[in-house]
């Protein structure tokens, strides 16, 4: 967001509250017990917002970050955090000189990039710290098993590469029987005893959230776990884990009241005509906000700690929810996302409505809604 944006007013505000995440870090760094923590901070921080998330996960004690470009390690960078950050994804080639300047951990998975990194670190008379991905069956990047090793002894061979970790990822692994991750976990451990390993002081990573929930094992000498830190934990998850909370809270202010008479199309298409005369509420975020379309006629708001449905298309900016019978007024607070008195609205909740997933849902709200860290 542009510095300062968030003092002038606006009729809807995201608020995070740091205490909870900085929380659900502590539960997370208590359940893996002595493994380092990285807390992935890509898409913005899984829309929590980079900066500020970054911030408060390194006071609460995380060991690195990761990102999944260079330009997001650069905004760290430049918002003066000083912690490493390891870039997941490939590298392109216009991007080394900029990567190994900025001191980001470069995710290395074939000769030919491995060849390209120590080719400019050679010109720049630099070193690069590197991470060796290996690909246990999510086919996206990572050297397979079989060429990792011959990849390591290149990179070890290398004056230019310091050797920081070996990781691969895993492709399923939100529930503890999960037998893709097991083979993965199995797989991973079984390269990782090849001699070329013994007495190299290497990081070994596989466990994203549900690995780190599930997967003890998997646990090694660092965990990655995103979608848990920012305060979802599956329903299988342990007894550790159970104080996980979310953080985000989306609100706005009722910005229009009206009585509407039965048989009254509302919104784009009318695709909700009034069954009986209702009262019916405008509420100003729509899909331009990342409040996604889909919910139309779906999703639930909180006004006055009741539950009331959105009726009609949700619009660019507004969209419109009937209150019935219900009591509201213009500027009354209206929980999008959260709790409000004894009731909330889950994000995944509206993540089934909308035949998404969570982490779609956070990662799509953008920069014109004001986000409110409350520390
Ligand atoms: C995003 C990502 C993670 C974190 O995944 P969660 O499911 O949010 O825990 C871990 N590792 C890699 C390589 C990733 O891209």
Same mark, same amino acid.
């Given at each position: 967001m542009i510095q300062g944006m968030d003092l002038y007013p606006h009729p809807a505000k995201i608020e995070i509250d740091l205490q909870q995440f900085k929380k659900n870090i502590g539960i997370i760094r208590k359940h893996i017990g002595k493994a380092k923590f990285c807390l992935p901070v890509k898409a913005n921080a899984y829309g929590h917002g980079l900066i500020e998330m970054s911030k408060a996960a390194v006071e609460a004690g995380v060991d690195s970050l990761a990102v999944s470009c260079l330009l997001e390690g650069i905004w760290l960078r430049k918002a003066g955090i000083p912690t490493p950050i390891l870039v997941f994804g490939a590298i392109h080639e216009d991007q080394v000189e900029d990567l190994i300047d900025w001191d980001l951990e470069v995710a290395i998975a074939s000769k030919y990039k491995s060849e390209l990194v120590a080719d400019i670190c050679r010109r720049l008379g630099k070193k690069c710290r590197v991470h060796l991905e290996v690909d246990t069956g999510m086919q996206r990047t990572g050297v397979r098993p079989a060429t990792g090793v011959e990849l390591f002894r290149?990179?070890?061979?290398?004056?230019?590469?310091?050797?920081?970790?070996?990781?691969?990822?895993?492709?399923?692994?939100?529930?503890?029987?999960?037998?893709?991750?097991?083979?993965?976990?199995?797989?991973?451990?079984?390269?990782?005893?090849?001699?070329?390993?013994?007495?190299?002081?290497?990081?070994?990573?596989?466990?994203?959230?549900?690995?780190?929930?599930?997967?003890?094992?998997?646990?090694?000498?660092?965990?990655?776990? +995103?979608?848990?830190?920012?305060?979802?934990?599956?329903?299988?998850?342990?007894?550790?884990?159970?104080?996980?909370?979310?953080?985000?809270?989306?609100?706005?202010?009722?910005?229009?009241?009206?009585?509407?008479?039965? +048989?009254?199309?509302?919104?784009?298409?009318?695709?909700?005509?009034?069954?009986?005369?209702?009262?019916?509420?405008?509420?100003?975020?729509?899909?331009?906000?990342?409040?996604?379309?889909?919910?139309?006629?779906? +999703?639930?708001?909180?006004?006055?700690?009741?539950?009331?449905?959105?009726?009609?298309?949700?619009?660019?900016?507004?969209?419109?929810?009937?209150?019935?019978?219900?009591?509201?007024?213009?500027?009354?607070?209206?929980?999008?996302?959260?709790?409000?008195?004894?009731?909330?609205?889950?994000?995944?909740?509206?993540?089934?409505?909308?035949?998404?997933?969570?982490?779609?849902?956070?990662?799509?709200?953008?920069?014109?809604?004001?986000?409110?860290?409350?520390?």
């Amino acid at each position: 967001m542009i510095q300062g944006m968030d003092l002038y007013p606006h009729p809807a505000k995201i608020e995070i509250d740091l205490q909870q995440f900085k929380k659900n870090i502590g539960i997370i760094r208590k359940h893996i017990g002595k493994a380092k923590f990285c807390l992935p901070v890509k898409a913005n921080a899984y829309g929590h917002g980079l900066i500020e998330m970054s911030k408060a996960a390194v006071e609460a004690g995380v060991d690195s970050l990761a990102v999944s470009c260079l330009l997001e390690g650069i905004w760290l960078r430049k918002a003066g955090i000083p912690t490493p950050i390891l870039v997941f994804g490939a590298i392109h080639e216009d991007q080394v000189e900029d990567l190994i300047d900025w001191d980001l951990e470069v995710a290395i998975a074939s000769k030919y990039k491995s060849e390209l990194v120590a080719d400019i670190c050679r010109r720049l008379g630099k070193k690069c710290r590197v991470h060796l991905e290996v690909d246990t069956g999510m086919q996206r990047t990572g050297v397979r098993p079989a060429t990792g090793v011959e990849l390591f002894r290149h990179l070890k061979a290398h004056p230019f590469f310091e050797i920081v970790g070996i990781y691969s990822h895993l492709a399923s692994a939100e529930h503890p029987n999960d037998l893709i991750a097991q083979k993965q976990i199995d797989q991973f451990i079984e390269f990782l005893k090849h001699p070329v390993f013994r007495d190299y002081p290497i990081v070994r990573h596989i466990a994203n959230s549900g690995g780190t929930a599930h997967f003890p094992h998997s646990h090694l000498d660092m965990v990655r776990p +995103g979608i848990l830190a920012f305060g979802f934990a599956d329903s299988h998850a342990p007894d550790s884990l159970r104080e996980i909370a979310p953080c985000f809270t989306l609100k706005a202010k009722v910005s229009y009241f009206k009585v509407v008479p039965k +048989g009254s199309g509302i919104s784009y298409g009318h695709t909700f005509v009034t069954p009986k005369q209702t009262r019916v509420v405008t509420i100003p975020v729509g899909y331009g906000d990342g409040y996604r379309r889909s919910l139309s006629n779906k +999703g639930s708001v909180l006004i006055r700690g009741k539950k009331y449905p959105i009726v009609g298309t949700i619009c660019m900016d507004q969209f419109m929810v009937d209150i019935g019978d219900g009591e509201a007024y213009v500027g009354d607070e209206v929980v999008l996302i959260g709790k409000q008195g004894n009731e909330s609205v889950d994000l995944r909740e509206l993540a089934r409505l909308s035949d998404s997933i969570v982490y779609e849902i956070l990662c799509l709200f953008n920069e014109r809604i004001p986000r409110i860290y409350k520390s």
